[in-house]
């Protein structure tokens, strides 16, 4: 049925995930190349300084999340959600004019960040959240119509499409407001965790249900138990960025503030049946799955425990455990949600996906360099930090280079046909 009802709408969207799976690739490079001048800079906002470190994550965090992250998020929303939903709500336009203003929103940011001016990098990094947010909130109209038309239709996906219609739209604006309002004690405290902790974290969570209970089938948990399970981790995320906020005012505790910071993430871990995961994963009765996805499911646990690690020293970060999760949980869910997607409109036999293991192991190389740090490990000698540095970079860089032969591979050079309708459509809709 769900098959069917795909065929008949053959969503004029489908496909249009590659433009924005590109764009997102391609900024990372450039991002990449944007933190790697601020290691070597000498500039007073440069890794090299202890001045405005809070300022710098914060503006970094936000290029992640609303930029080349959102761009992968965004793009999966606009192949897979009109055909669930059974609706054309998405066009053309709305994807031109997010690509646009979230490119363009991104060089504005980086641009900055290459003026080796304070002053102007703070500007012109308020005119690129605000592009972002803007690109955010275009799409926030169509996706209320996938969802609103679900309901009317009684269709068993709509609060689905409540994440790009509602919950990121409003977060995007929580993350700009605190920026603009940075002068206040906290606030970029509490932005920055609301960022990753409530905003990324949520949409990772949803990502590997999704994949797991919805598209595989394993049935983790419950269906009902979906919508409390992201609850529950959503009031815990929220509560860690208040506790975020009370810390820079100290009004609480350090160790209230990292236990706050791992409850959300041991949640997510849990709720997440890890168990059932792994016993259909490994053994003689192993099932197909994202190997990316279930990855990303344990470094949950990973940075839950980075987090309540006494005296983890943070290097030149603000807090060591929000670097982990992004570019562990976050980046791993999302390009192991948009590659999985992809292969499904290939057809491509869930039996004979490439597992995709250099992807995870520069990743854990990447994750090594944190802890690394966290640990004061210096190997190294003086240079132990510049040599961390690089081997997270280059994690980075090798897991976008993986990811982009994967995608032009299976685009250009491959006798796998590509196909507007994805594979098992009822999975997503049943």
């Known amino acids: 049925m769900g098959e069917n009802r795909g065929k008949a709408l053959l969503s004029k969207m489908s496909g249009n995930y590659i433009l924005h799976f590109m764009s997102s690739g391609m900024m990372v490079l450039l991002f990449l190349l944007a933190v790697s001048w601020l290691s070597?800079?000498?500039?007073?906002?440069?890794?090299?300084?202890?001045?405005y470190q809070l300022e710098i994550a914060y503006i970094l965090t936000a290029l992640i999340s609303l930029g080349w992250m959102m761009s992968m998020i965004v793009g999966i929303s606009f192949d897979l959600l009109p055909l669930t939903h059974n609706l054309d709500a998405y066009n053309q336009t709305h994807s031109t004019h997010y690509l646009f203003i979230n490119l363009v929103g991104q060089l504005v940011i980086i641009g900055g960040i290459f003026s080796n001016?304070?002053?102007?990098?703070?500007e012109m990094s308020t005119i690129g959240m605000v592009l972002l947010c803007w690109g955010v909130i275009s799409i926030a109209w169509p996706s209320w119509k996938l969802h609103r038309n679900s309901v009317e239709e009684n269709i068993n996906?709509?609060?689905?499409?409540?994440?790009?219609?509602?919950?990121?739209?409003?977060?995007?604006?929580?993350?700009?407001?605190?920026?603009?309002?940075?002068?206040?004690?906290?606030?970029?405290?509490f932005g920055l965790a609301f960022n990753v902790i409530v905003m990324m974290g949520t949409i990772s969570l949803t990502l590997i249900l999704a994949h797991f209970n919805r598209r595989l089938g394993w049935e983790v948990i419950k269906s009902i138990n979906i919508r409390p399970v992201i609850t529950i981790y959503l009031v815990l995320a929220i509560l860690h960025s208040f506790a975020s906020l009370w810390y820079a005012r100290g009004d609480v505790s350090h160790t209230i503030f990292e236990y706050s910071l791992a409850a959300p993430l041991f949640w997510g871990f849990l709720s997440t049946r890890p168990?059932?995961?792994?016993?259909?994963?490994?053994?003689?009765?192993?099932?197909?799955?994202?190997?990316?996805?279930?990855?990303?499911?344990?470094?949950f646990l990973a940075t839950g425990v980075m987090a309540i690690i006494p005296d983890f020293y943070p290097g030149k970060f603000t807090n060591i455990t929000y670097?982990?999760?992004?570019?562990?949980?976050?980046?791993?869910?999302a390009w192991g949600s948009g590659i999985y997607l992809h292969q499904?409109?290939?057809?491509?036999?869930?039996?004979?996906?490439?597992?995709?293991?250099?992807?995870?192991?520069?990743?854990?190389i990447g994750m090594l360099s944190l802890f690394l740090i966290g640990f004061e490990v210096t190997i190294f000698g003086e240079s132990s930090d510049l040599v961390y540095f690089f081997m997270r970079s280059i994690a980075l860089g090798l897991m976008i280079i993986f990811i982009f032969i994967l995608l032009v591979r299976d685009l250009?050079?491959?006798?796998?046909?590509?196909h507007r309708m994805p594979m098992s459509l009822d999975k997503y809709i049943s």
Not at 40 to 51: A, K, V
Not at 344 to 364: E, F, G, Q, Y
């Open 117 to 122: 001016n304070l002053q102007l990098l703070f």
């Open 275 to 299: 168990i059932r995961t792994i016993k259909s994963a490994i053994g003689h009765s192993q099932k197909p799955h994202s190997r990316l996805i279930g990855t990303a499911q344990w470094f």
């Open 344 to 364: 499904d409109h290939l057809h491509k036999s869930i039996h004979n996906r490439p597992s995709l293991w250099s992807v995870i192991t520069v990743n854990a």
């Open 323 to 333: 670097v982990g999760f992004i570019f562990s949980c976050a980046v791993l869910a």
């Open 157 to 189: 996906c709509g609060k689905v499409a409540l994440i790009p219609s509602v919950f990121i739209p409003l977060a995007s604006l929580v993350v700009l407001s605190c920026w603009i309002f940075r002068k206040n004690t906290g606030f970029l405290e």
């Open 412 to 418: 250009f050079f491959t006798m796998d046909t590509w």
């Open 40 to 51: 070597y800079s000498t500039s007073d906002y440069s890794f090299r300084q202890e001045n």
